[in-house]
């Protein structure tokens, strides 16, 4: 079988940016909070260490944007998570059950489908205050929708199968039949749409953030980051082309990646 070479250079790429982040700042002297007044919106350069420049209070950039590449990676790995857990659920039942069980369960999904994010995002907000928690749920809340719906499809084929007629003979209950059987044989789309997840997920983050809705300071995302670097992009370009240079190439590169798993899994028999 051949290699998507384009998908594989990518899955490199993503490894080597997890890698940055995490062992980045060990390499850079400066911490994420420390503020050069002697460097203030400062170009890139080698001048005490500042490689990416710093910002209008002279944070270094190297380091920021490396906190928020990890900022951005763990909320679109934990929202993706708990997106998978809740639609395989949600959706194996609904395939499993069908009648008037599927009915309105689906018709549950289809409401919340017409909920903008950012309503959502807004409405979590103003009652229970801005946390990272709380950007958790409210994007994991939206995400798993079309994953329900892509498990409840695959359920629905697997369910007509004599294994699971045979199950069911044999007097296996619904939840083990769910759990044993239908589960395990619909993985493959699962994982290839968990995979494709990822990235759009961390551009929702990142849309939040830059409404002021995400990732709140000390801490920052590369959404934040692209706010404040759009805000400086005339006097101080660098602000925004750094973490918007890292923002295009994770999400092009995870894009890739699932792509390349989509099409591998598809030419198996």
């Avoid at 062992?23 to 890139?44: K, R, Y």
């Avoid at 599927?102 to 549950?108: A, N, S």
Wanted: proline content about 4%; aromatic content about 8%.
């Amino acid at each position: 079988m051949s290699i998507n070479r384009g998908a594989l250079i990518a899955l490199w790429l993503v490894l080597a940016l997890v890698a940055l982040a995490l062992a980045g700042p060990w390499l850079n002297p400066n911490t994420i909070d420390a503020l050069d007044w002697s460097h203030v919106a400062a170009a890139p350069g080698l001048a005490n260490a500042h490689w990416f420049g710093t910002d209008r209070l002279g944070r270094d950039l190297f380091v920021r944007t490396l906190e928020g590449t990890r900022m951005s990676l763990i909320v679109g790995l934990v929202a993706s998570a708990v997106s998978l857990a809740v639609g395989v659920s949600y959706g194996a039942v609904c395939g499993y059950f069908g009648g008037r069980t599927d009915y309105w369960m689906m018709r549950i999904i289809e409401i919340l489908s017409g909920l903008p994010l950012i309503f959502f995002a807004i409405f979590l907000t103003v009652i229970f205050g801005r946390s990272e928690a709380l950007l958790f749920i409210s994007i994991g809340a939206v995400g798993w929708l079309t994953m329900a719906r892509i498990v409840r499809g695959q359920t629905l084929s697997v369910r007509r199968q004599e294994f699971i007629e045979a199950a069911v003979a044999s007097g296996a209950t619904p939840g083990r039949i769910i759990a044993r059987h239908i589960i395990p044989n619909v993985l493959g789309p699962v994982i290839v749409y968990a995979t494709l997840t990822v990235p759009q997920i961390i551009l929702y983050e990142s849309f939040l953030s830059f409404l002021g809705l995400g990732v709140q300071e000390p801490h920052a995302s590369l959404g934040t980051l692209i706010a404040e670097g759009a805000v400086e992009m005339q006097g101080a370009p660098w602000i925004l082309l750094v973490p918007g240079i890292f923002l295009a190439v994770l999400l092009l590169c995870l894009n890739l990646v699932g792509d390349g798993l989509r099409d591998r899994l598809a030419k198996e028999p």
